[in-house]
Structure formats: C-alpha cells, structure tokens
C-alpha cells in the first residue's frame, strides 16, 4: 500500500510518498488536511481511496482497478444536493452535502481501505 498526501505552496502540490504507511501515519495525514496547503490523501494499491477536504469537511472517493469511481455518502448527513465547497487535490470543488463525511468518518474509510483494499462496509457507497 502506498499513501500520499500534498503539501501545496502556491501552484506547487511538492508530494509525500510513504510505503506500506502505519496506520497512526494515515490517520494524522487526514487530520492535517486543511483545504489550503494540504488538500488530499491518497491510499493505492491497484484500487485507489482518496481523501480530500479539511477542517471538518471530508469527500472520500475509490477509483477501482476495473474503472469504477465510487464516493462515499455521510451517514449523518441529510439526504441532500445542497452544495458544499471545499479544496481537494488544490481544485476547488462542490458536491452534495450528503457526500461530506466527518474527519471520523473519513479516518475509518481510510483506515479499512489500508487494511483490506476494500470500501468501508459501514458506510453507503455511490457511483460517482
């Protein structure tokens, strides 16, 4: 499994790669996403999990190895296509309210996926 995580200076993403990550490594990359200098995580191997967002607001998508893009759907959030503007990847970015997880939210996605390559089963998965 790889992880990468974005330390943006202007225009610039200068990214970290770290092999075979510890899970307490995945963790604080996510709760250091603030939607200016560090805007994404993401976790590979093969399928792709990717976290964007900060300070309270997460979007967590998959791009699977057969092409699929799926995102995860907040369990507390109203059913909703209210837009909610956030920062990920350095590109600012709307989607549906529903679609804005919980830094906890975010932290078990991430933490299942780097378990077992595999979306995080308590939580709704669309196709995006």
Do not use: C
Not at 55 to 78: C, H, N
């Amino acid at each position: 499994m790889k992880l990468t995580y974005d330390n943006r200076v202007d225009r610039h993403a200068n990214l970290t790669t770290v092999l075979d990550p510890a899970e307490a490594v995945v963790e604080q990359a996510i709760k250091a996403l603030d939607g200016v200098g560090h805007t994404e995580v993401l976790l590979e191997q093969g399928t792709q999990l990717s976290i964007g967002g900060g300070v309270g607001q997460y979007v967590v998508s998959m791009f699977t190895a057969d092409e699929r893009s799926l995102v995860a759907i907040s369990p507390s959030a109203p059913n909703s296509d209210e837009k909610v503007k956030l920062v990920a990847g350095g590109q600012k970015i709307s989607v549906p309210r529903r679609q804005v997880l919980s830094v906890e939210h975010a932290v078990a996605a991430a933490l299942h996926f780097l378990r077992t390559g595999h979306p995080d089963k308590s939580l709704t998965w669309e196709e995006a």
